[in-house]
């Protein structure tokens, strides 16, 4: 067996993420185009067009994803906010100011796709359902933790802040996820769960082809911001200002 | 799309428009990072990272 191992805590030094993030971002940036072509290829190709919907389910095929990924990375920045604020760690909160906009792109992508979805479906493109109003409370959350860290010039008190903000604002994520079950509403109840698929093996492979797609594009972009805050922040920190003369 | 193009291509396409949106300000906004904090040289010539060499401390 081997007795190397690798030092993780090392990479929680800007310094030492830095150059190893840029390494990544190719390789992500490839895996995320090639898993959109063959998601939206099998999606619109492979898969059945639905009896009861039509061709109008397609929709999904990029609506579950992105209401996935707005509260993955939800929870994600969460986590990131409260290492960051717990253990004074300096990149801890610089991902989760990093995650917080493409969480909000995704979740508004949620709410846009879920009423183009809910028109045809529902008759309507807005009702008040709770699981509709509890992901519109997530998107003002992702707002309010930007707008947030916007407002204070001091980034490490903008952190903490914003970590208050992302922590309380966490109950919600389970709200969403469990609101088809507890209360009575319009939103259909899940897609999937670990014991049954409520869907042809067609759409379901389309469905989390494009999720996955959606994971790695998340973090193509989420390291590539990543980046760019620490080079604003850290400009002059010796170890970058060493590196860059 | 059998009458339901407005939807489906409309969700496709403020999806496309959203994450190729947030793609390009990424891209705008490592420019100007690039005018006020120019590309650190973290590279050996053969291609290794010198992390042996910057600060372990968080």
Same mark, same amino acid.
């Given at each position: ?46 898969a059945p067009?639905d ?30 906010? +409260?290492?960051? *604020?717990?253990?004074? $760690? !300096?990149?801890? #909160? ?8 493409? /969480?909000? @792109? ?16 529902? +008759?309507?493109? *807005?009702?008040?359902? $709770? !699981?509709?109003? #509890? ?8 707002? /309010?933790? @930007? ?50 698929f409520?869907m042809a093996p067609s759409m379901l492979s ?40 | ?58």
């Amino acid at each position: 067996m081997s007795t190397r191992r690798i030092n993780w805590y090392k990479y929680a030094a800007p310094a030492n993420f830095y150059p190893i993030a840029g390494k990544m971002i190719p390789f992500f940036t490839v895996v995320t185009v090639l898993l959109f072509i063959i998601g939206l290829y099998v999606g619109f190709f492979v898969a059945p067009t639905d009896f009861q919907q039509g061709e109008s389910y397609r929709i999904i095929f990029i609506h579950v994803p992105a209401a996935w990924m707005g509260m993955f990375l939800y929870v994600l920045m969460a986590v990131y906010a +409260g290492l960051g *604020w717990a253990f004074n $760690a !300096r990149l801890g #909160s610089m991902m989760a100011t990093a995650i917080s906009t493409t /969480g909000a @792109i995704f979740t508004f992508i949620s709410l846009v796709t879920g009423s183009l979805w809910g028109r045809p479906a529902w +008759g309507v493109y *807005w009702v008040w359902d $709770a !699981r509709m109003t #509890s992901t519109l409370i997530l998107m003002f959350l992702y707002i /309010g933790f @930007i707008s947030l860290q916007a407002s204070i010039d001091d980034s490490r008190r903008a952190d903490r802040a914003g970590a208050v903000l992302a922590l309380v604002g966490l109950i919600n994520v389970p709200i969403i996820y469990f609101s088809v079950q507890w209360w009575n509403t319009l939103h259909q109840g899940a897609t999937f769960t670990a014991r049954s698929f409520k869907m042809a093996p067609s759409m379901l492979s389309a469905m989390l082809i494009l999720m996955a797609a959606c994971w790695m594009y998340s973090i193509a972009v989420v390291l590539v911001r990543v980046r760019c805050i620490i080079r604003e922040r850290e400009r002059e920190a010796p170890w970058l200002a060493e590196a860059v003369a | 799309m059998g009458g339901y193009g407005f939807y489906v291509w409309g969700s496709y396409g403020v999806t496309l428009v959203l994450l190729g949106g947030e793609v390009l300000m990424l891209l705008k906004r490592r420019r100007a990072v690039a005018r006020i904090a120019p590309e650190p040289k973290l590279q050996t010539p053969n291609g290794k990272f010198e992390t042996a060499m910057v600060s372990d401390k968080l």
